[in-house]
């Protein structure tokens, strides 16, 4: 109510309780007395909000204002990953080393002709062979292998072997630390006749360890049982081939440089700073992989293939794959990291399922099932994403930005959790997007400057019969054939029995016909990010005027309401769309009031003025040439329309105002006025008051005449400040 003078009021509210009053003070004049009858109007009002609906909260804003009780937080943080490799390449082969047989034979002494006794030094150089294996080693020496050699070693750390082109060295027993090989052209290594070493006194499936330097020439091979590099050592296959049924790199910036073939039963980064990196064309077979403890990094160019699951586990174990990878299972746990940006393909379960996890696409993921769960949070994908089965989201957080795609068999929304989409973005769900679990502040977000559009055969509850399984928020066009139709009566379309779900204005619905904006279409990427989506063509009228496009809808009360029945706040509703100075407009709906009631259309008209229409005032029933005793559009028994909304003879054209209501919260100075008592009273919405009017989403339908909403559970709860702006509706 306005604050009116209370001078005159008060002194005729004192002289009413004396036989006389002073002839000094001042008589009320009559302004004074329509502003006492006003108020005791608005007191009674207010007295039967109250006692219909309860004490509003204090910081009650009628749906005026803010609207940041509708968004619980913002988008999660871009994930960052090591996208420039920063393994560094190991040394190639030395120059100074001699590949062949025959530049070994002209060039080095041969071990058999060594005088042993006085040989004593390390550091020498020396060629073994199958006719004299054995070497008095000492450390540090330099031991060239010619033919087919099997070795045992006496565990002397430095040692270097070089293996020339087509020769065989097998060793049998295992070698000391900081022990290095290099294989010429058709050279092998065979370390599968002991699967574990000693060294350190512990047993490892270890080939070699700190400072050990592994080189493989072209066509070169490896073969092993348990095969570890180990603390820090540098293997590159410079186009040879690794096999071994476990390969291990652990530890200490161990590092394998594939620009080969690696074939394994069990691959595995372990410890803190184990790197592999696959080159472009290059091979990588395996039946497991892990990546497990600290910053291990996989970097793949290639082809990754594992016939069995991909795990990633603990802080900083990070894939990054701009080439092929493949595997029956992918998992994340504790801070681990995943960035696609070529093609990823898993057969059965990509699994997100840790609050400190990132992962991210930037390429294509194909993946059998897809959950996102246990406060996963970190989750991006800017391209492709196909499930051949079910996308579970279960209290995790899901981001799809512009242009990007999500494509499913069929989607499980389930409990606090969140699912981003922005400009022009997809999520298509071939078969029903099944919903659950009521939480009010999280679901589906529209979050960019376009519309992104979820289309799927049907979006249904879960097994409970809860009440607003899913919401949804900003411009979202949602594309089903069916929409909650089952239990509940579609609580857009009709009264429902149980409201399943609650969506802010700027939300548009398909089913509902409404369109989508106009022109709006997601072209095909060349990338193939999107498969693209053109929104169906609604039905012709009759619709609500076409060129109107509202961003609010106001529903008031009279001010004559003083029971719990009478509060349907129909009497007028129009929608507003925001604009600058001279380009606001609105479209009134209905009026089902029976006074007079109008609408301030002109900053320079004067609440004092009597006229109803004119003068910058609308009467809101003259609109439609009726008289005020007509109720219109509200489906009461002097209606105009037989149903709420238009038929096509009957729409009317939007009303520009000469003053700016750029927002929700200017709306709220949008001055409705009924007359009653004999004067022109304003009816309000002031925060933490009783209100004549509200706010509310754009598609929101208005009660039918005597339907009160006290009948509507939410809508107290809202007046209350016990659920948000959006919920009641």
């Keep these: 109510m306005k604050k009116y003078l209370m001078t005159g009021i008060a002194a005729l509210a004192l002289c009413a309780g004396f036989t006389s009053c002073s002839h000094d003070l001042d008589a009320p004049s009559q302004e ?93 150089v020396v060629y073994i062979d199958k006719d004299f294996n054995y070497v008095n080693d000492k450390k540090n020496q330099l031991i060239y292998v010619v033919g087919d050699v099997e070795y045992s070693s006496s565990m002397q750390t430095g040692i270097v072997f070089v293996v020339t082109e087509g020769s065989t060295l097998k060793l049998l027993n295992g070698v000391g630390q900081h022990v290095s090989v290099y294989l010429a052209s058709n050279a092998i290594l065979d370390v599968t006749s002991k699967p574990s070493w000693e060294i350190n006194n512990a047993d490892y499936a270890v080939a070699f360890d700190g400072n050990s330097t592994v080189y493989l020439s072209n066509e070169s091979q490896i073969n092993g049982v348990n095969l570890t590099f180990k603390n820090g050592c540098k293997v590159k296959n410079d186009g040879g081939t690794i096999s071994a049924t476990n390969l291990y790199i652990d530890d200490n910036s161990a590092t394998l440089w594939n620009e080969g073939t690696v074939t394994a039963t069990n691959l595995e980064l372990s410890n803190t700073n184990a790197y592999l990196y696959n080159g472009l064309g290059k091979t990588i077979t395996t039946s497991s992989l892990s990546l497990i403890n600290n910053t291990d990094l996989l970097y793949n160019e290639g082809t990754v293939t594992v016939n069995g699951a991909i795990q990633l586990q603990n802080t900083g174990a990070e894939i990054v794959n701009n080439g092929t990878m493949s595997g029956t299972s992918f998992a994340m746990a504790a801070g681990s990291k995943a960035h696609n940006v070529g093609t990823m393909t898993i057969t059965g379960k990509t699994d997100l399922t840790n609050g400190n996890s990132e992962w991210q696409n930037d390429g294509h993921w194909t993946s059998g099932s897809f959950d996102v769960d246990n406060y996963s949070a970190t989750n991006f994908n800017n391209c492709s994403l196909i ?164 961003d609010l809808r106001i529903m008031a009360e009279d001010l004559s309401a003083t029971d719990k029945s009478d509060f349907d706040f129909n009497d007028i509703v129009f929608d507003v769309q925001f604009g600058a100075a001279n380009q606001a407009q609105i479209l009134v709906r209905a009026a089902g009031g029976t006074l007079p009631l109008r609408i301030k259309t002109k900053s320079s008209a004067q609440h004092s003025d009597q006229a109803a229409t004119g003068n910058g005032w609308q009467e809101v029933h003259a609109l439609w040439g009726k008289g005020t005793g007509i109720m219109i559009n509200t489906n009461a028994t002097t209606i105009v329309s037989p149903s709420k909304g238009y038929e096509a003879s009957e729409d009317l054209e939007p009303i520009t105002l000469d003053y700016a209501v750029e927002d929700s919260e200017a709306a709220k100075n949008i001055t409705i006025e009924v007359l009653k008592g004999g004067q022109w009273i304003e009816m309000e919405a002031e925060v933490g008051m009783p209100a004549a009017k509200f706010a509310c989403g754009i598609n929101t339908t208005w009660a039918d005449e005597r339907v009160s909403l006290s009948g509507n559970s939410n809508f107290e709860d809202w007046v209350q400040g016990k659920i948000g702006y959006w919920e009641w509706y």
């Excluded at 400009?423 to 679990?437: E, I, P, Q």
């Excluded at 929104?535 to 009228?541: A, D, I, K, Q, Y």
Aim: charged residues 20%; hydrophobic residues 30%; contains cysteine.
């Design 32 to 124: 004074d007395i329509n502003n006492l009858e006003a108020q005791k109007i608005s007191n009674s009002y207010n007295q039967a909000f109250i006692a219909t609906f309860g004490q509003p909260a204090a910081n009650q804003n009628w749906g005026f204002g803010s609207t940041s009780n509708r968004t619980r937080a913002a988008m999660p943080e871009t994930p960052s990953f090591r996208d420039t490799n920063p393994i560094a390449e190991p040394a190639d082969f030395p120059a100074s080393y001699y590949k062949t047989a025959d530049d070994v034979k002209a060039n080095i002494t041969y071990a058999k002709e060594k005088d042993w006794n006085s040989w004593e030094e390390s550091g020498a």
């Design 387 to 550: 499930v051949n089965g079910n996308f579970y989201l279960h209290r995790g957080t899901f981001v799809l930005n512009s242009g990007a795609s999500v494509v499913c068999e069929s989607f499980t929304w389930d409990d606090t959790s969140d699912f981003y989409l922005g400009s022009k973005s997809l999520l298509s769900v071939s078969g029903t997007l099944r919903t659950d679990n009521y939480n009010s502040g999280y679901g589906f977000r529209g979050y960019g400057s376009e519309y992104a559009v979820i289309k799927a055969n049907e979006i249904a509850k879960g097994l409970g019969d809860v009440q607003f399984s899913m919401s949804y928020f900003g411009k979202l066009f949602i594309d089903t054939n069916k929409h909650f139709g089952q239990g509940a009566i579609d609580y857009m379309n009709e009264d429902p029995a149980q409201p399943y779900y609650a969506a802010e204005s700027s939300v548009l619905f398909a089913h509902k016909s409404q369109a989508a904006p106009t022109g709006f279409k997601i072209e095909a990427d060349e990338k193939g990010c999107t498969p693209g989506y053109t929104p169906p063509t609604p039905p012709t009228p009759p619709t609500p005027p076409t060129t109107f496009e509202g």
